[in-house]
């Protein structure tokens, strides 16, 4: 019996670790992540790119790069660079539809914004509370629904 057990254990874990060797599909076909798209795929470079700037600049410093050298691939970076923002910002425009989109968009979060803190001053002592809150936080007194946006000058206690 536990040889039985031990033998199908052992050839569950052989198909486990062959499976991956025997499937057709090979490295590099199929469908691509979710996330790459144009606008990543240069984030990305652009990343890797600012990197090398910065490992060129310490060997330099360190002595490893000639000056000339470091002059000519620093340029050769930096406009590479430019480019790919300059595709990322083109990548971004928005098309008349969109903007009008964000623009219907910043005007509803102006007119919901409320300046902070000021709906949410206890009228017990004076703290101002963060947003939303039913209790003060300084010294635990029930901020009322009538209380809040009164305009009234809080009493301190002494």
Known sequence: MFLGFALFIAGGMAVFVAAPLLTTEKVGEGSLPIDVTPLADLKRRRLVLYENIQDLEFEYKAGKIARDDFESLSAEYRTEAARLMADSQAAVTLTAEETLI?????????????????????????????????????????????????????????
């Open 102 to 158: 964000e623009r219907e968009v910043a005007a509803r979060r102006a007119r919901g914004r409320k300046e902070p803190g000021s709906e949410y001053v206890c009228p017990e002592c004076g703290f101002e509370n963060p947003l939303p809150v039913k209790f003060c936080g300084e010294c635990g007194a029930k901020i009322s629904v009538k209380s809040v946006g009164t305009g009234d000058k809080p009493r301190r206690k002494k």
